[in-house]
């Protein structure tokens, strides 16, 4: 089982990145995916989740509204859309997994068991 996180860059104030979160070894169909991001020195922070089953997704209101969490079923693939992307939006942002067994704690980062290495999203005029 892997994730393969990718997209990151630098973009300025206002602009738009898509991170993706490629899945290996297994298909996304029963998996909860959840993103987070961490800046150097503070707690990792739940960014978004979809679950795969039924497609709910879940945000926090810092990126509600701005951030968007989908699926291609057929590269078993998920992805983050970031819009109007702010300096406080600064971080390097990790994919992971976890099995839905039912789990509501979705925000969480303790509950996934697999996790993408980072990608670092730079936001800078």
């Known amino acids: 089982v892997q994730l393969q996180a990718c997209g990151g860059g630098l973009v300025q104030p206002g602009g738009s990145l898509r991170l993706s979160c490629a899945a290996s070894?297994?298909?996304?169909?029963?998996?909860?995916i959840g993103w987070f991001r961490q800046v150097p020195g503070q707690e990792r922070e739940w960014v978004s989740s979809?679950?795969?089953?039924?497609?709910?997704?879940y945000y926090p209101d810092s990126v509600k509204g701005r951030f968007t969490i989908s699926r291609a079923n057929a590269k078993n693939t998920v992805y983050l859309q970031m819009n109007s992307l702010k300096p406080e939006d600064m971080a390097v942002y990790y994919c992971?997994?976890?099995?839905?067994?039912?789990?509501?704690?979705?925000?969480?980062?303790?509950?996934?068991?697999?996790w993408g290495q980072g990608t670092q999203v730079t936001v800078s005029s």
């Open positions: 070894g297994f298909t996304l169909d029963y998996y909860i």
């Open positions: 979809l679950y795969c089953s039924d497609g709910s997704t």
């Open positions: 992971a997994a976890v099995e839905d067994l039912g789990y509501r704690e979705y925000d969480i980062d303790e509950l996934y068991d697999y």
